[in-house]
């Protein structure tokens, strides 16, 4: 029963962070008190899938959601759901959809459908990314606020 808790710990931290490019199966096994190898093989033994395979089928189904409803390039949606190259996650997404994401979202996306504007998605997903020269809050590095 530990055991399924500790893997159920590991699978809800993937769940939270899944678009986090940087998220580290290595950092999240030793989350759930497991060593990188053990986890990978109790994961897969509990879920009937590596703890990838389910990062990665979390991801593509993220974009799929994302490709069906918001007006965001395939490059935006790629960048938001954790993939850090659009071929990779071209070729991930066609494996596992058996259509590349233009041909889904054509597929998907009937004429005249309305699609959620690409500035309320991104907001959405976590926000904007931070412009040059800001920290986040609206404030120059020198302190100066910007109007």
């Known amino acids: 029963m530990e055991r399924l808790r500790r893997l159920r710990l590991a699978k809800d931290t993937m769940d939270r962070d899944w678009a986090d490019p940087a998220l580290d199966l290595t950092a999240v096994a030793a989350h759930a008190g497991y060593s990188r190898h053990?986890?990978?093989?109790?994961?897969?033994?509990?879920?009937?899938?590596?703890?990838?395979?389910?990062?990665?089928?979390?991801?593509?189904?993220?974009?799929?959601?994302?490709?069906?409803?918001?007006?965001?390039?395939?490059?935006?949606?790629?960048?938001l759901v954790g993939f850090t190259s659009v071929g990779t996650f071209s070729s991930?997404?066609?494996?596992?959809?058996?259509?590349?994401?233009s041909e889904y979202r054509s597929k998907h996306v009937g004429r005249g459908?309305?699609?959620?504007?690409?500035?309320?998605?991104?907001?959405?997903?976590?926000?904007?990314?931070?412009?040059a020269g800001l920290?986040?809050?609206?404030?120059?590095?020198d302190g100066e606020r910007n109007s």
């Open 38 to 79: 053990h986890f990978l093989r109790a994961f897969k033994e509990a879920y009937g899938e590596t703890p990838g395979q389910y990062l990665s089928r979390r991801r593509i189904e993220r974009a799929e959601d994302m490709l069906r409803s918001a007006d965001l390039s395939v490059t935006d949606i790629c960048m």
């Open 92 to 101: 991930t997404f066609k494996r596992q959809t058996g259509l590349t994401p």
């Open 113 to 131: 459908a309305a699609l959620i504007p690409g500035c309320w998605a991104l907001l959405w997903a976590g926000g904007f990314p931070a412009r």
């Open 135 to 141: 920290d986040g809050t609206g404030t120059e590095a």
